[in-house]
């Protein structure tokens, strides 16, 4: 199943209502993580888990805001009326508030999943926009949604072992040709993976990818693992299991 099962109704015509759009796409995550924090008074891990996110998600609006004034010279106007919330967000955030057994795995599960969605909005503006601007913020708002859901991944991964009290560390990598390497072997392992395996095979290759974007600091190392990670999704995507199964 795609990450979207709609493309974006409209085309987004300007900088101005794509810095908006990603401005109230933030605002409404925020907005739902405080809701959960607040319904999960009684449990205070998972509280304090959402407070986190909603202070992370706290901190993107306020990089969409410095954007907009270094783009535009002004905070983005209110998102164009034409706009809603991408279906398959907005689905998960009801299906996430609708629980009455989550776990910091699924919590986080779903938030990773958002940020990949997300991700896939972002890149479908930027391969149909209407103008080389709009393409160019929309690329670069795309990247910073793969570095959010590597960073998520990672907790999430963190979570699903803690909860079953083990855990394996993931081969990683510190640099572009250490990543080479690394890419190698894990292309190797999901090539002589069986039919049966492909999927999980595939969902380690992206908390893989996570995991070396995450530790990137140079800027060869960062782009290549950004494309290793967009493949690695789409890949997973198209496996058609892409609900998250913990990466063992």
């Not at 893989?208 to 960062?222: F, K, N, Q, T």
């Amino acid at each position: 199943m795609p990450l979207l099962s709609q493309e974006p109704a409209a085309t987004i015509a300007s900088v101005d209502d794509l810095l908006a759009i990603a401005l109230a796409m933030e605002e409404e995550a925020v907005r739902r993580y405080l809701t959960l924090a607040e319904r999960q008074r009684g449990a205070p891990d998972l509280a304090a888990l959402f407070q986190g996110l909603a202070d992370e998600e706290g901190r993107h609006v306020a990089a969409v805001l410095r954007s907009a004034d270094s783009l535009l010279g002004h905070a983005p106007v209110a998102a164009p009326v034409q706009w809603h919330l991408p279906p398959d967000i907005a689905r998960s955030w009801e299906e996430v508030e609708a629980s009455v057994r989550l776990s910091p795995y699924k919590a986080l599960s779903i938030a990773v999943l958002n940020e990949e969605r997300a991700f896939a909005f972002y890149a479908y503006v930027a391969a149909h926009a209407a103008t080389p601007a709009v393409a160019s913020q929309a690329e670069a708002l795309a990247r910073e949604e793969l570095r959010h859901a590597a960073q998520l991944r990672r907790a999430r991964r963190h979570a699903y072992h803690q909860e079953r009290g083990t855990f394996i560390p993931l081969p990683t990598a510190d640099d572009a040709a250490e990543l080479r390497a690394l890419a190698d072997m894990v292309e190797a392992e999901l090539a002589a993976a069986a039919s049966a395996q492909k999927a999980a095979a595939a969902e380690r290759a992206v908390d893989i990818y996570s995991l070396a974007l995450d530790r990137m600091a140079d800027e060869e190392g960062v782009a290549l693992a950004q494309t290793l990670l967009k493949t690695a999704i789409e890949r997973l995507v198209s496996l058609g299991n892409h609900s998250p199964s913990g990466a063992e």
